[in-house]
């Protein structure tokens, strides 16, 4: 099998597990958004993917995600999902469709006035931190609720939503209770955010957990592995 191949049945099976999932959880399959996380994986392989149709790709390297940007077809529509310090929004807000790792107001700050000289809205995603595991970039809800109506007030910035990561485990099931809160917490903002924001998406499940995450409300799921291992 070529890689090309093998990009194309991986690719159906994950469609095909979104679908059996959204089944389970009566819901649309059509309200759940594939990202193919390409972080690790090489230009030729995405290109390939991007031909097998699969247009909405993430990256966590803001200067990864500009320069691919540059060589693929503008029809990709780029999710940054990594950590973004200051000094590279400008490198991000005109390529991105979606910023989803929003994690402090100076970084909410600093797109809005970026957005705003450009004559732009950027759509965002506030990554939050429901688990409390101190290695994790993300609001922490209380601190969320803290600074959501500064949030919400800024200009050239459409918050849409959350996202949150699981923490590593072997158990799909243990991340349940962090998706769970997750959409509790987007239920709760959206009574804060005003009708300027749409508070609709949650960016939530990988690899490992993605069904548990559309069984809970994910709206996107990020898949890396899955798709690129040994490809
Ligand atoms: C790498 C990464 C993913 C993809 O994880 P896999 O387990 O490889 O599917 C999803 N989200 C974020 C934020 C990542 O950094």
Avoid at 94 to 102: D, E, Q, R, V
Avoid at 125 to 141: A, T
């Amino acid at each position: 099998m070529t890689a090309r191949d093998v990009l194309q049945t991986r690719l159906e099976t994950i469609r095909q597990r979104m679908r059996e999932a959204c089944r389970r959880c009566d819901r649309s399959v059509d309200d759940v958004r594939l990202i193919a996380v390409t972080k690790y994986a090489a230009l030729e392989h995405v290109r390939e993917l991007v031909e097998l149709g699969q247009l909405d790709l993430g990256e966590s390297r803001p200067q990864q995600l500009s320069q691919r940007a540059a060589e693929l077809p503008q029809t990709v529509r780029w999710h940054l999902i990594g950590h973004l310090q200051r000094n590279k929004v400008e490198l991000v807000v005109p390529k991105a469709a979606l910023i989803h790792s929003l994690d402090s107001l100076r970084l909410a700050e600093r797109i809005s006035s970026v957005a705003v000289a450009r004559g732009l809205v950027m759509p965002a995603l506030l990554e939050v931190n429901v688990s409390g595991e101190e290695s994790k970039d993300g609001f922490q809800p209380d601190a969320l609720r803290a600074v959501a109506d500064d949030l919400f007030r800024l200009p050239g910035l459409k918050i849409q939503g959350l996202m949150t990561m699981a923490p590593q485990s072997d158990h799909p099931e243990d991340a349940r209770p962090v998706f769970r809160s997750t959409r509790l917490l987007l239920d709760e903002l959206r009574g804060l955010a005003g009708s300027a924001h749409q508070l609709s998406e949650l960016s939530m499940g990988m690899s490992g957990d993605f069904e548990i995450a559309i069984e809970e409300g994910a709206t996107f799921i990020r898949i890396g592995s899955s798709l690129f291992d040994g490809v």
